[in-house]
């Protein structure tokens, strides 16, 4: 992932929240967190030059705590939706198909993205948001860009 890091150099990294029910997504998360950090020294890979992404933000998956900022994401909902239904092996309706806390019943995985997307969207106005945190301060080069957050 330092490799993937230093030759792509994003400027904003997006990664699975830290506390989780599943331990390939907190696995994922602390893995993206230390190659964030070893990304930007100069001793690991020393033919490359380091590079630490400016930004990493969190994303909510079967729990959420309070987002640092929220996202309109009405316009482009259902694109989420699907994607989420596109995991087959986890949400397809296949016959033979074993109910979970993933895929079935009131409670179940998308039932609690669906009200927290529109508790999230509520919390702004607007109808589905998505909610992010950070470890640390959103750093701002400009505050003018806020003009376009709006209240």
Known sequence: ???ILRECRPTLILA???DDRHPDHINTSRLVQES?????LRKLLPDMEP???PQVWYYFLSKAAEPKFIVDISDVYNNKRS????HET??????????TFLNYGPGSLLDLMESRDRYFGSLIGVLHGEGFTTKGPLAL???????EVFG
Do not use: D, I
């Open 1 to 3: 992932m330092v490799k």
């Open 51 to 53: 590079y630490r992404p």
């Open 16 to 18: 699975p929240y830290w």
């Open 90 to 99: 986890q949400f397809g309706n296949k016959a033979g198909r074993v109910e």
């Open 83 to 86: 994607a989420v239904l596109a």
């Open 141 to 147: 080069r400009n505050p003018l860009n806020l003009l």
């Open 36 to 40: 964030h950090f070893s990304a930007g």
